[in-house]
């Protein structure tokens, strides 16, 4: 997969992660956004900073919170 001009191999043996950056060998934990905005590997209400290119997307599609499209963090 590829995000900001980096390309991810998915990994199935990774320790709290489960992709790696080709370029850097970088670890990275990547997955889907969760309608209940517990976003973080383990769960919980931390807040997680919203990149600008998806942030109506996350908020209208995925957690149907319309009201909250100019907010950049889940929480």
Same mark, same amino acid.
Do not use: Q
């Given at each position: 997969?590829?995000? @900001?001009?980096?390309?991810?191999?998915?990994?199935? @043996?990774?320790?709290?992660? =489960?992709c790696?950056?080709?370029?850097?060998?970088? *670890?990275?934990?990547?997955?889907?956004?969760?309608? @209940?905005? =517990? @976003?973080?590997?383990?769960?919980?209400?931390?807040p997680?900073?919203?990149? *600008?290119d998806?942030?109506?997307?996350?908020? !209208? =599609?995925i957690?149907?919170?319309? *009201? !909250?499209? =100019?907010?950049?963090?889940?929480?």
């Amino acid at each position: 997969m590829y995000y @900001d001009g980096k390309e991810f191999l998915k990994v199935k @043996d990774g320790f709290k992660h =489960n992709c790696i950056e080709t370029k850097s060998n970088e *670890e990275y934990w990547i997955s889907g956004c969760k309608k @209940d905005g =517990n @976003d973080t590997l383990y769960g919980g209400n931390i807040p997680i900073p919203i990149d *600008e290119d998806v942030r109506e997307e996350y908020w !209208l =599609n995925i957690r149907n919170m319309p *009201e !909250l499209k =100019n907010k950049a963090t889940s929480n």
